[in-house]
């Protein structure tokens, strides 16, 4: 089934911007979704489509795609940006969804 | 506002049926925009899809649970339900409920997104 590879973690300092990538094979052609999840709590939908926002979530959260990977980019990083960030998209071989291996940010 | 909540046994034993409710409000589980689906997560592990429903009654199910998962709906009490036969260890998690944008194109529908999730409800297996 369709694999999509994120790095286990990512360290950042306040204000500064974190990265998180988001690996698969030809994910250039299907729409990426990104997630956080803080601890204990559901995952929240912070970018679909690619790139674009729900309502609430600050425009510090963007997402973007080249060749065979996805990124969110957190731009100006906050303390309450500590979580743990999952990719996702639809596989359309097993015709369900897939999600990406997870990575935890830590705000330094 | 939509709300998902989740509820049921918090504890089963192995070989037994897992059974869980989501319960939704602010939306109704009839409209065809959207796919209710249920999500679980083991304990430091990361998300798995196990299944959805839609109001027309149509199901999808992960091919590696789908042999043991039914999820139906119930239109009149606004809910949907999971059922998980001869549960073992490997299938304690947290179970989330989530509401899943339907998009079809081309003649097939699925689910890009998942927009409102419940809180999430711990089951072990345990006996």
């Known amino acids: 089934s369709y694999v999509l590879t994120q790095p286990p973690s990512v360290s950042v300092a306040p204000g500064e911007t974190a990265m998180i990538t988001c690996g698969g094979n030809n994910i250039g052609s299907i729409s990426v979704q990104w997630y956080q999840q803080k601890p204990g709590q559901a995952p929240v939908l912070v970018i679909y489509y690619d790139s674009d926002r729900p309502s609430g979530i600050p425009e510090r959260f963007s997402g973007s795609k080249s060749g065979n990977t996805a990124t969110l980019t957190i731009s100006r990083v906050e303390a309450g940006d500590e979580a743990d960030y999952y990719c996702q998209v639809w596989d359309g071989i097993s015709d369900h969804p897939v999600f990406g291996t997870g990575t935890e940010v830590t705000v330094l | 506002q939509v709300q998902l909540q989740e509820s049921g046994p918090g504890l089963v034993k192995p070989s037994q049926t897992l059974s869980l409710t989501c319960t939704v409000s602010?939306?109704?589980?009839?409209?065809?925009?959207?796919?209710w689906t249920w999500i679980r997560q083991p304990a430091g592990g990361g998300l798995e899809y196990i299944g959805r429903v839609h109001t027309s009654g149509t199901t999808n199910y992960n091919p590696s649970l789908n042999s043991r998962v039914t999820i139906s709906a119930d239109t009149s009490k606004n809910q949907f339900s999971l059922k998980l036969r001869s549960v073992t260890a490997a299938d304690t998690a947290v179970y989330y409920c989530a509401r899943g944008w339907r998009y079809c194109s081309g003649g097939s529908c699925y689910t890009p997104y998942f927009d409102y999730w419940g809180p999430g409800i711990l089951v072990t297996v345990s006996s």
């Open positions: 602010g939306d109704s589980i009839s409209s065809s925009n959207y796919y």
